[in-house]
């Protein structure tokens, strides 16, 4: 991509607020509207499972209790599925709904609690519900985009997760310039190398396992996500050579069909060769791992979802008992007898090696 198509795309991620697909429902629609014809089940997520003897495909023990605190961020980045940004003031989690999520939290077995966004810190509540989720003995992941580190009242919040044993989960799409730039905008990687360097200032990224620094990439364009040993020694090398900065582990995820990167694939006319490499990359391996099985997803409004991929296209869970779960009505017993809502984009998880929010999956 070169540089005039770079600032093309960002420009057109800005402005993804505007566009029709900002419809949930109509992003649900351009995907189902793709020639499915040519691929393995007419592109049915749900028979790909049953010929692959998932005949039920239910959820496992949960483990996992993922808080989406709002869309509010500092960046618009051009593969945000969450359609993030700095006029995403209003889908902020309330302090009543964070409580009602530490109500239902005490009612389950889940080990840890993964807080994303948007950009989680700038959540008012945010402090507060890293300490009560803490005092509870959990494991409390924060999804960062690293920038937000660098905003003034951030200054100490490096210093200030690390005293509390939070795992850091970073998004840099890659350890060179121009592959982070590309999909996050300009300056973005500087930036990025900044707030790491501060990081690792606190003990991040040293092999203690209280202060856990993990990097996430993912793909430019229409690539599947690579991971593998000589990669992750790749980019150590890469980042402490020429920046002095060292991490503990490297994930990589699938571009979902969902939201920006949606709207980039359309408009580049590749949705339908995207959409068809996904889909003949199934790997049935990857299914009993998918993240939607030991997972639930609540969003900033307190609705329950399976993932976050499903959250984002508003497809929410559906327990047994036929109503639309919110957090204050929590019922593990019904939630833990529903089936998985799946789509069109469940093939993006289950592509290659598999793609999670804690990486590949086989």
Same mark, same amino acid.
């Given at each position: 991509m070169n540089i005039e198509q770079n600032r093309q795309r960002n420009h057109t991620a800005t402005l993804y607020g505007r566009s029709r697909l900002a419809n949930p429902q109509q992003q649900q629609a351009t995907l189902a509207a793709i020639d499915w014809s040519q691929t393995p089940q007419q592109g049915d997520f749900a028979q790909t499972l049953v010929a692959h003897q998932?005949?039920?495909?239910?959820?496992?023990?949960?483990?996992?209790?993922?808080i989406n605190l709002g869309k509010l961020c500092n960046m618009t980045c051009s593969h945000c599925h969450v359609d993030a940004g700095p006029t995403r003031t209003t889908e902020n989690m309330d302090r009543s709904t964070i409580d009602a999520c530490l109500q239902a939290l005490d009612q389950t077995e889940a080990h840890t609690v993964d807080l994303t966004g948007g950009a989680p810190e700038l959540n008012p509540n945010f402090r507060y519900l890293v300490d009560q989720c803490v005092a509870r003995g959990k494991h409390v992941i924060d999804r960062c985009n690293l920038?937000?580190?660098?905003?003034p009242?951030?200054?100490d919040l490096p210093e200030w997760l690390g005293d509390r044993g939070v795992e850091i989960v970073c998004s840099l799409p890659h350890y060179q310039q121009q592959?982070?730039?590309?999909? @996050?905008?300009?300056?973005?990687? #500087?930036? /990025?190398?900044?707030?790491?360097?501060?990081?690792?200032a606190v003990g991040y990224g040293k092999g203690d396992p209280q202060r856990q620094l993990v990097l996430v990439t993912n793909p430019l364009e229409t690539c599947l996500a690579k991971m593998n040993p000589c990669i992750e020694k790749e980019w150590k090398s890469g980042l402490e050579k020429n920046y002095?900065?060292?991490?503990?582990?490297?994930?990589?995820?699938?571009?979902?069909?969902?939201? @920006?990167?949606?709207?980039?694939? #359309?408009? /580049?006319?590749?949705?339908?060769?995207?959409?068809?490499?996904l889909v003949n990359a199934f790997n049935p391996g990857t299914i009993s791992g998918l993240m939607c099985r030991n997972t639930l997803s609540i969003s900033w409004d307190g609705r329950i979802f399976d993932c976050d991929f499903n959250q984002m296209l508003d497809l929410e869970a559906q327990p047994s008992d036929g109503q639309r779960p919110h957090i204050r009505d929590f019922n593990l017993a019904q939630l833990a007898q529903r089936e998985i809502v799946t789509g069109h984009h469940c093939f993006g998880c289950t592509a290659g090696a598999g793609s999670s929010c804690s990486g590949a999956i086989v």
């Amino acid at each position: 991509m070169n540089i005039e198509q770079n600032r093309q795309r960002n420009h057109t991620a800005t402005l993804y607020g505007r566009s029709r697909l900002a419809n949930p429902q109509q992003q649900q629609a351009t995907l189902a509207a793709i020639d499915w014809s040519q691929t393995p089940q007419q592109g049915d997520f749900a028979q790909t499972l049953v010929a692959h003897q998932w005949q039920r495909f239910q959820p496992s023990k949960l483990e996992i209790f993922q808080i989406n605190l709002g869309k509010l961020c500092n960046m618009t980045c051009s593969h945000c599925h969450v359609d993030a940004g700095p006029t995403r003031t209003t889908e902020n989690m309330d302090r009543s709904t964070i409580d009602a999520c530490l109500q239902a939290l005490d009612q389950t077995e889940a080990h840890t609690v993964d807080l994303t966004g948007g950009a989680p810190e700038l959540n008012p509540n945010f402090r507060y519900l890293v300490d009560q989720c803490v005092a509870r003995g959990k494991h409390v992941i924060d999804r960062c985009n690293l920038t937000v580190l660098l905003l003034p009242r951030m200054q100490d919040l490096p210093e200030w997760l690390g005293d509390r044993g939070v795992e850091i989960v970073c998004s840099l799409p890659h350890y060179q310039q121009q592959g982070t730039d590309t999909q @996050r905008g300009d300056g973005t990687f #500087e930036k /990025s190398i900044e707030a790491l360097q501060r990081l690792n200032a606190v003990g991040y990224g040293k092999g203690d396992p209280q202060r856990q620094l993990v990097l996430v990439t993912n793909p430019l364009e229409t690539c599947l996500a690579k991971m593998n040993p000589c990669i992750e020694k790749e980019w150590k090398s890469g980042l402490e050579k020429n920046y002095g900065i060292t991490f503990d582990r490297l994930i990589a995820l699938n571009n979902m069909p969902i939201a @920006r990167f949606l709207e980039w694939l #359309e408009t /580049s006319n590749s949705l339908q060769a995207y959409m068809e490499r996904l889909v003949n990359a199934f790997n049935p391996g990857t299914i009993s791992g998918l993240m939607c099985r030991n997972t639930l997803s609540i969003s900033w409004d307190g609705r329950i979802f399976d993932c976050d991929f499903n959250q984002m296209l508003d497809l929410e869970a559906q327990p047994s008992d036929g109503q639309r779960p919110h957090i204050r009505d929590f019922n593990l017993a019904q939630l833990a007898q529903r089936e998985i809502v799946t789509g069109h984009h469940c093939f993006g998880c289950t592509a290659g090696a598999g793609s999670s929010c804690s990486g590949a999956i086989v």
